[in-house]
């Protein structure tokens, strides 16, 4: 998710008061838990989320404990996340579509999805972060990204920035189906791979290292597969800080270090992304 478009609307915001912050969440909830369609086509949903995503992003670190710690935004917050995971999967979905639909299609084209800066910086984020880690990326690695979407602009990303193999694992059919389609019309189907398998059925072996997107709901599972198929293989699970909270689940270290894993360090959390990418070796 990006925010960029959002930020330069917003510069120089001096952030949300509690009350103020407790009111767009409330409006974004009802919006989100009224809506039958949670697409890109809903204009008014389109509108609701960059608020609430510029709303976040603006709170002051000084009221970050204050609005978390309250009963409810966090009544608040377990409705919303649901909704929305299926307004960031249907968002996905249509830009899929849409490059699935162009034909051949270079890179450049890829602008055209609203969040195209984010995802570039992020890759960027987790790839420097993890060679200051000791984890190598290049043309030589071979890297596993589970619950690629049908967007698949991680995987492209960090092929594009560091030349690796990447096999992208997703169980929805259509997501699948989106993705490749996508990778055949840029020309990347030798570099990119696409395999609709549950990801705890997955042979990880030939990975050096494995990430997780956020959305991946039994990331306890997925990491025990790795561990027991990949043993040697560094693994990255997307995560979040603060109050990005409100927009994912933060990972929790034990799920990683209780499988024989090692917490090695994260990617650094910016005001140009959501996620931050925590990084563990065997």
């Known amino acids: 998710m990006t925010v960029h478009s959002i930020l330069g609307a917003n510069a120089g915001f001096n952030g949300f008061r509690n009350e103020e912050f407790i009111t767009i969440t409330q409006q974004t909830h009802d919006t989100l838990i009224g809506a039958e369609d949670l697409s890109p086509a809903n204009e008014d949903i389109n509108k609701c989320l960059s608020a609430f995503v510029s709303a ?46 162009a034909g051949a ?32 990326f290049n043309e030589h690695s071979r890297i596993y990204f589970v619950g690629s979407g049908p967007l698949p602009m991680t995987a492209i990303d960090m092929h594009l920035i560091t030349g690796a193999q990447i096999t992208c694992i997703d169980c929805d059919e259509n997501a699948v189906e989106l ?57 990255g699970v997307r995560s979040v800080e603060g109050i990005k909270a409100m927009l994912y689940e933060p990972v929790n270290h034990d799920a990683f270090t209780e499988n024989g894993l090692t917490y090695l360090g994260s990617s650094q959390d910016t005001h140009g992304t959501i996620n931050t990418t925590l990084f563990f070796k065997p």
């Open 179 to 235: 993705s490749s389609k996508m990778i055949e019309n840029l020309g990347l189907s030798d570099v990119i791979h696409v395999s609709k398998s549950e990801a705890c059925d997955v042979d990880y072996g030939q990975g050096d290292v494995i990430f997780v997107a956020s959305l991946v709901a039994n990331k306890k599972d997925v990491v025990a597969k790795i561990r027991e198929t990949a043993p040697h293989a560094y693994v």
């Open 105 to 136: 299609i270079h890179t450049t084209n890829l602008d055209e999805f609203w969040y195209r800066q984010c995802y570039k910086d992020l890759v960027q984020e987790e790839v420097d972060a993890g060679r200051s880690l000791g984890i190598t």
């Open 56 to 101: 976040v992003l603006n709170v002051s670190d000084d009221n970050v404990p204050d609005i978390l710690g309250s009963a409810r935004i966090q009544e608040l917050r377990q409705g919303m996340l649901p909704r929305l995971s299926v307004a960031e999967f249907e968002m996905e979905k249509h830009f899929g579509q849409h490059f699935a639909n």
